[in-house]
Nanobody, 124 residues
Framework: QVHLVESGGGEVQAGDSLRLSCVPSGLTFSRYDMGWFRQAPGKEREFVAAISLGGSTKFVTDSVKGRFTISRDNAKNTVYLQMNSLKSEDTAAYYC?????????????????WGQGTQVTVSS
C-alpha cells in the first residue's frame, strides 16, 4: 500500500521560512516524478512545484518563484519544498503527490498518489 507523509508545516510570521518534507512508502521513489500542491480554504487546489524523477527538471508556479525551491534526495526517499519569505497568501494545506506515468507537472489529475497534507499558516 502506498503512503505519502508530509511534515514540516506550522504557523509562522510573514517573512519566515519553512521546509516541507514528503516521504513516500510502498513505491519505488526514484521512479516517480513528484509534485507539491496547495489548497487554501474556499479555493481550488493549485500547483506549487514539481520535480522529475531524477531531479534534473523542476517547475515552480510564478507566484512562488524565487521564494520556494523543490528538491529531492532519492537516497532518503524524500522530496522537499523549501519555502522562504513566506507571505500570508501562502497559507494553505500543502500536499505532495507522486506520478509514475506520462507527466504533466501542473495537472493534479495526472498524479497517482497523494499525501494527507500539512498545514502552513502565515500571519502578517
Amino acid at each position: 500500500q502506498v503512503h505519502l507523509v508530509e511534515s514540516g508545516g506550522g504557523e509562522v510570521q510573514a517573512g519566515d521560512s519553512l521546509r516541507l518534507s514528503c516521504v513516500p512508502s510502498g513505491l519505488t521513489f526514484s521512479r516517480y516524478d513528484m509534485g507539491w500542491f496547495r489548497q487554501a480554504p474556499g479555493k481550488e487546489r493549485e500547483f506549487v512545484a514539481a520535480i522529475s524523477l531524477g531531479g534534473s527538471t523542476k517547475f515552480v508556479t510564478d507566484s512562488v518563484k524565487g521564494r520556494f525551491t523543490i528538491s529531492r534526495d532519492n537516497a532518503k526517499n524524500t522530496v522537499y519544498l523549501q519555502m522562504n519569505s513566506l507571505k500570508s497568501e501562502d497559507t494553505a494545506a500543502y500536499y505532495c503527490a507522486a506520478n509514475s506515468g506520462k507527466w504533466s507537472p501542473r495537472d493534479s489529475s495526472r498524479y497517482d498518489y497523494w499525501g494527507q497534507g500539512t498545514q502552513v499558516t502565515v500571519s502578517s
